[in-house]
Structure formats: C-alpha cells, structure tokens
C-alpha cells in the first residue's frame, strides 16, 4: 500500500459516502497529536496516514510511528526511533508504505526501517549512507512492490550527495539492486558532480513491471559552471524495472538545469484517449511549469502544457518534448523569469487525478523572478495569484481555477463523491467541487497545513483524515513573498485531525 492511495499515483478515493451535497456537514470526530521535534528535527507533521484493516497508521516528524485504531484514534503502539548524535540537514518525513504485514520507513538520517504492523516492534533497520556526509537522507514514503521495498535519497542541490533509488527485499532488508541518479558524461570526473535528489515516492505499473520515479536537480544548483553537459539522469523522468532496476528509458525535461526546477513529483499512470487513439501513458508535472505527457512504455514524447504561470524561461518545447533557446538568469538585465528560481511552480507537493471527473489536479505557486538593472526579486505574477487548478491532461486544457491567498503546500486528494480536499498555510482543511471549483466546505484546524489529505473506510462510514502542523521550507518564504500574510500564519504543530458525517441519531 503507497500513500498515493494506488500504484498509478493518482490520490484518488473511490469512496462515495461524502459527496457535494452533504459535505457541508462534515464534523472533527478524532485527533491525534505526534509530539513536538527536538531541534535539529524540524517541527510539524507533513506525512498523511496510512489506513490498513482498520487501523491507522501516522509517521511524526521525529520518525515516530504511532497506530492507532482509525475508527476512534485509540492509540494502539508507538515506535520510537532513536537519532544519531549527527546528521545532515533534515527535510522532515513524509509517509510510510505497508506490506507483507510491515510498515516501511525512511529515515532522515538515512536508513531504512522495517516494522511489525501488528506489535510496533523493528524487523530490520538497513542504514545506507552516513547523512552527515552525504547530505542526504529518505524523506519521501517508499514504495513497496511484491516483495521489495524501494527508496530514494533526497538531498539539498548545493550539497555534496549524489541521488539514488536502491530497493531491498522486503523480508530481510538486504539490497537487491542500485540506481545511481548521477552519471558522468565521457571524460567527466563523477566526484565532481551531485545532486539528483529524489524527494516524491515512485509509481508503478504492473503491466510492463515497470516503477517511474521523477528526479531533482544538478548540483551545484542554479550554477552551471563545472558541470558541462546535460546532466542525466537530473530533472528528468526514469522508468526502471522493477525487478533489475535496469533502465529502460529516461527523459529530461530541464537539461542541464539552471534553474531549480526539479522533476521530482510522482509520474502519475493514466489510459487517455489523445487524438483520437488509445495511448497507456505518463502524465508528469515538472517545477518547470510544463506537465509533460509521455508513452510509459518508451518514453516517447506526445506533448506538453503549461499548467500554471506562463513559462518564460524557454521560448516553448520543441516536437522533441526539448525545450527552445533556455534562457541564461545571469545575462538577464531586465524582464521576468517564470517560474521563479530556486522555487518553480511546485513544491515537494504532488498531485491527483480523478476517473471520474477525467480531469488532473494541480497547484500552482505562480512566482516569478523580476530583473531590474540586472537584480533579481522574487514576487507574485501580477496577472493572477497562486491557484488550485483543475486540468484535462488529453489536451491541456484548464477546466476550472480556485485563487487562493499563499503559496499551496498541501497536495490534493479528489474522492469518488466528486469532492477535491486539501488544505492551506492558515490553517484550513477545504473542500472543492471537483467539477466546478466551488469552495463547499472548510475547517480551521489552528495550524498550517502543508501535507496531502487521504480518505478511508471503518464499518461502512467514510472518514476524511489531514495532518496539520506544517513542516516545509516553502513555510518560511510565504512571509518573504506576502507581506500581508504576516500575523495570519499560525504557529507549527503536529496533530492529525479526522473528521466524518454525523452519525444518524447524534
């Protein structure tokens, strides 16, 4: 089981009990606090919950893992994890997966952790690389498939790490295959490069046995210098298989990146009609501002859109999927540059898809660089504002926009009852129509939230779960970038809140 509810990555609940029209009734019937983090573990809850047979299953920001009866939130075990004296900086935690009765975690000092679901009790603990010199650690939930976990590393772009995607046998932990994120071009010397992060769990398709994973940045980051050449496997797709971790194809979307426009998000797996034809392809969203479609059984490039500002660091992308005549910030003197440097349009956030509306859903930060006499602010697009936007992947076309007032860090969940939930920097968990937009519902949880929703079942009652508490970088420059937002921005946390109909009676 992966956070994104399936392997296709799509975010998607197909239950139906809460929909458009009883929403607005929707109640808190639980909570869950994790704890504060001691320093240096950032404070807040970025992972969502994983629900399996009845019970609720919550990574904190500590590495803690707690279950708890997802019915009532009666606490049930907790694992504590127990941190080095040392390690790199941390990017906070972000989920878990579970199988063959274990739940499986990634650490931020770079190990990997298996779990009995049914005791709390460690089966494993597999440490890769020291943190504190790689600069890197596993953020992101791994993905477990038939029996093997796999795991990437994410790292900072200005640090030393070098990214990979390793998978290990589920029942064991030893690893059965590695996948280095950086290579050298002939004559590079590898030592010298980095970067490469993997900051979003995979997907996986059990057609081909193939599992896709997007990837970071080069390092160093925004400097080109030193690292001639393309980059790979930087800000691009890779499909691997799954069994080997062989690589079957690749494709870039940033080459050699100048930027800071990771391709990290999950590739979501989709069956479109495109011009008439039934294609099995990759539907990917880059901090490029594109969304790229992609045949995933070759990588061959159908077409790509921009989904959110108006890309102007390029001229558009070519018949190739490449893009034309990129441009170089430093000899920028005047103008803009969309998406903004070092930000993008997207975060570590990813996105949802929903069968039934047909229709993709994305954020957007809409931030763009401005030059004046060769210096470089970072602001708001003055033509729109950062939005939710409801997408048809097929053509591209924007079906729908809801404006929002900061930066959109949590990802969102769209349900079978046609309803889109996420939540916001000041606190509210929300939920949209996902055919229209409209704003039906809200909640104020008295905290950021910066963390993606997930629903789930217990005794034929549908529940709606969000971890609230924030956690991310992108926190701190809201206030940079929003002045006003100063003083509406709650303090961190760490408590999950779940919340339900009433029940009939009550």
Same mark, same amino acid.
């Given at each position: 089981?992966?956070?994104?509810? &399936?392997?296709?990555?799509? &975010?998607?609940?197909?239950?139906?009990?809460?929909?458009?029209? &009883?929403?607005?009734?929707?109640?808190?019937?639980?909570?869950?606090?994790?704890?504060?983090?001691?320093?240096?573990?950032?404070?807040?809850?970025?992972?969502?919950?994983?629900?399996?047979?009845?019970?609720?299953?919550?990574e904190g920001m500590q590495n803690n893992v707690y279950a708890v009866d997802a019915a009532t939130g009666r606490w049930i075990w907790t694992y504590r994890y127990k941190f080095p004296k040392r390690f790199s900086e941390n990017r906070g935690a972000r989920g878990v997966a579970y199988g063959d009765g274990k739940i499986y975690m990634g650490t931020q000092d770079n190990h990997l952790v298996a779990i009995d679901a049914r005791t709390g009790q460690e089966v494993w603990n597999v440490h890769e690389e020291d943190s504190a010199v790689c600069e890197c650690n596993i953020s992101a939930a791994p993905l477990f498939v038939k029996d093997e976990v796999i795991a990437g590393a994410a790292g900072s772009g200005f640090g030393r790490m070098r990214g990979w995607i390793n998978a290990y046998d589920a029942e064991t932990g030893s690893r059965r295959w590695h996948f280095s994120t950086v290579v050298a071009d002939k004559g590079q010397d590898i030592s010298q490069l980095g970067g490469g992060g993997v900051w979003d769990t995979g997907t996986y398709d059990p057609e081909t046995n193939l599992t896709y994973w997007g990837i970071g940045d080069p390092s160093p980051t925004m400097a080109g210098e030193g690292r001639p050449g393309n980059n790979l496997y930087t800000a691009s797709v890779v499909a691997l298989d799954a069994g080997s971790g062989e690589l079957k194809w690749y494709f870039q979307e940033t080459p050699h990146d100048l930027y800071d426009y990771d391709s990290q998000s999950g590739p979501i797996i989709l069956d479109l009609t495109i011009d008439g034809t039934k294609r099995k392809v990759l539907l990917h969203s880059s901090k490029n501002g594109f969304a790229y479609l992609l045949d995933r059984e070759t990588g061959k490039f159908l077409h790509a859109f921009p989904w959110g500002v108006t890309p102007t660091w390029t001229k558009g992308i070519d018949a190739d999927g490449k893009p034309i005549d990129m441009v170089d910030p430093k000899q920028m003197t005047g103008g803009s540059i969309c998406p903004a440097l070092g930000i993008g349009a997207q975060g570590v956030n990813y996105f949802a898809y929903s069968p039934r509306t047909g229709f993709w859903y994305a954020t957007d930060y809409d931030l763009c660089n401005f030059y004046k006499e060769g210096h470089r602010q970072s602001g708001v697009n003055p033509s729109s504002a950062p939005n939710i936007g409801a997408f048809n992947p097929a053509t591209g076309h924007k079906e729908w926009t809801f404006k929002t007032n900061f930066l959109n860090l949590s990802s969102p969940l769209v349900t079978g009852g046609e309803l889109l939930f996420a939540g916001d920097v000041e606190g509210n968990a929300f939920a949209l129509d996902a055919r229209t937009g409209e704003k039906l519902w809200s909640f104020s949880t008295g905290s950021r939230i910066s963390s993606p929703p997930i629903s789930f079942e217990v005794g034929g009652r549908q529940f709606i779960a969000i971890s609230t508490g924030g956690g991310t970088i992108g926190e701190n420059t809201v206030p940079r970038l929003f002045p006003e937002s100063k003083g509406h921005l709650p303090e961190p946390a760490a408590t999950l809140f779940v919340f339900a109909l009433p029940v009939k009676g009550k």
């Open positions: 089981m992966t956070v994104y509810g &399936n392997y296709s990555g799509w &975010n998607y609940s197909p239950l139906t009990q809460i929909t458009r029209k &009883n929403v607005d009734r929707l109640v808190p019937v639980w909570a869950f606090p994790t704890g504060f983090s001691e320093p240096p573990l950032t404070t807040g809850l970025l992972a969502p919950p994983l629900v399996v047979d009845g019970v609720l299953f919550i």
